[in-house]
């Protein structure tokens, strides 16, 4: 079995982790059998990684979907590239895939309550730019207008 890192890769490990050496060694002996742990360490702080969550933030990050990662008292986070953070322990719990999906078609993760909602500034973009395209219609067409306000006039 042989290991393959590309040199993008490498940059990767080096821009997310300090301890990038280490966790490469450390993957490369997990990929050949070898019951090692991936203790990684940002800015201080050091948490475990699965194998897993390991080979999706180098790719991610290699692919440019991923900023950064960082840590506070509590948590630690990814960050990606427009500005959306999730915690480490959602990525080793959910799919990789899904969650690169949800964060391309507008949901947000809230960290204080832990969950995803869809970001509420593209729906009210939305339904700024339904009510422009419909008062468009209305005010183009006269019979229309005049419907409306027969209707909304009091009787």
Not at 44 to 59: I, K, R
């Amino acid at each position: 079995m042989y290991l393959r890192v590309s040199w993008k890769n490498e940059a990767a490990f080096r821009y997310l982790f300090d301890n990038w050496f280490s966790l490469l060694i450390r993957y490369a002996l997990i990929r050949l059998g070898f019951n090692v742990k991936l203790m990684a360490k940002v800015n201080g702080c050091a948490f475990e990684l699965s194998p897993e969550a390991f080979g999706y933030l180098v790719n991610r990050a290699s692919s440019g979907l991923i900023k950064l990662i960082r840590c506070n008292d509590c948590d630690v986070f990814v960050i990606y590239m427009n500005g959306i953070r999730v915690p480490i322990k959602e990525l080793e719990k959910s799919d990789a895939h899904d969650i690169d999906i949800a964060i391309k078609n507008g949901w947000v993760y809230d960290l204080t309550n832990g969950f995803w909602f869809k970001n509420i500034l593209d729906l009210g973009i939305f339904a700024i730019l339904f009510f422009k395209s419909l008062m468009r219609v209305i005010m183009s067409n006269w019979m229309l207008r005049v419907r409306l306000l027969l209707m909304l006039a009091p009787t």
